[in-house]
Each structure stands twice: as C-alpha cells, then as structure tokens.
C-alpha cells in the first residue's frame, strides 16, 4: 500500500531553523499535510501543499515539495520551544483517506 | 472555530467489556474519521465515514465497528475490549473529499485491564 516515511526525532537549540523531511511513495497524490500535536492534545493542521506548487510560505514555515523526488520537507525558522510536538506529514490522493507518517518528534532545547 | 469533542479524554475498562467512544463535531461536516495513535506505529485508520448510515473499513479494523446515525456524531465500539486494544484514539473530522484539512478532537486514552 501506499506509505508516508518520516525520521522519528530530531532536537534543534532554540532559535535555529528545524527541517523535518517526509518521503511518501503515491506520486497521485494532490495534497500534502503538516500536522502539528502537542503533548496530550489531538492534531491541529499547520499548513498544506497541492502537488503542483514546489513552495508554500507561511510565517515562520517554509514546506518545500519535490514532486520528482517525492520529497516534502518542513522548515521551521526561529525555532521556539513552544514548537515542541510531533510532527505528522500526510498525503492525500482525490478522493481517499488521508495517509499518515509515524511523526518527527521535535524537541528544542534553551 | 471547528469544534470536535470526544466523550472522554481517560477510560479504564476491563477485558471482555464493550466500549463505546463518541466524537461530535459541530460544523456539519460530511466526513468523519477514527484512529489509534500508538509509540513508534503513528496513527492508523480504523474506520471512516463519508455520510450517514455509512462506513468505510480503514487499515486496522478488526475488533472495531462503528455508527453514524446523525451526521454530526461518529461512534467506535469495541464489542469485547482486549488489552492491545490499549491506545490512543482520534476522531477527525472534513467537509471536503478533496482538500480534505482534517480537525482533531482532543483524543481519548483508553486503558484495557
């Protein structure tokens, strides 16, 4: 079946960039997803992709789409410890169910 | 603001006993989702929901079923609960089948004795 592959933790110092790296193996796919959940609460959605952009810009996010490579990476900016969470990459093909990764959990230290 | 509330943030039961987790949304949303969020494995999907009186089996849905009577509430049953049945479980819900931007209640975490 179709997978979402992401690394499992990554630990940044605050005020570095965070990138988080996600490969996923659907080359249909039309939409990618950045979800965000912190400790003890359900996912919140960060921001999203449709697979004919290769940057979407939002504040201090920056996802990076390659389509060829199957390729989505986050870059966080500035990074706070209040961006500590995981980090779910997900994609979507029209009309089927989201498919999503094991998440990256971020941890930034002062 | 999208509101989608499960019945319990903690449940304890014990082996054997039947186990419903509700999930409401409040924004008229056609699509509705269930999950279980477990160490290492992130979440798998159990079963969906496009309309009502209408599931779709997910990735995992064995010892599961579910109910949607009414368009805003989605029901998970678990008709005898067994221990690996010990998880985190999301609800979800969408109003498009394309864009899909899913919002997340807060999630329950049910312990099975």
């Known amino acids: 079946g179709e997978d979402v592959e992401q690394s499992l933790f990554l630990s940044v110092r605050e005020g570095d960039s965070s990138v988080i790296n996600c490969t996923y193996t659907?080359?249909?796919?039309?939409?990618l997803y950045w979800y965000k959940q912190e400790p003890g609460a359900g996912l919140q959605l960060l921001t999203y992709i449709f697979s004919n952009m290769d940057m979407k810009q939002d504040q201090r996010l920056t996802v990076l789409l390659n389509k060829k490579d199957k390729h989505l990476s986050l870059r966080i900016a500035d990074t706070q410890t209040g961006d500590s969470a995981i980090y779910f990459c997900a994609s979507k093909e029209a009309g089927t169910a989201l498919i999503f990764g094991k998440g990256t959990t971020l941890s930034v230290s002062s | 603001d999208v509101k989608v509330t499960q019945s319990s943030r903690y449940l304890v039961k014990r082996t054997g006993e039947k186990v419903f987790l509700e999930c409401v949304q409040d924004?008229?949303?056609?699509?509705m989702f269930w999950y279980r969020q477990d160490p290492g494995l992130g979440l798998r999907l159990i079963y969906f929901?496009?309309?009502?009186?209408?599931?779709e089996k997910g990735d995992i849905p064995e010892g599961y079923s579910v109910s949607r009577e009414k368009k805003e509430r989605f029901s998970l049953i678990l008709e005898s609960a067994s221990t690996n049945q010990t998880s985190m479980y999301l609800c979800?819900?969408?109003?498009?089948?394309?864009?899909?931007?899913?919002?997340f209640g807060p999630g329950t975490r049910l312990l099975v004795l």
């Open positions: 929901s496009y309309d009502v009186k209408m599931k």
């Open positions: 979800a819900s969408s109003n498009q089948r394309d864009l899909e931007t899913q919002y």
């Open positions: 659907d080359s249909s796919s039309t939409y």
């Open positions: 924004m008229d949303h056609e699509n």
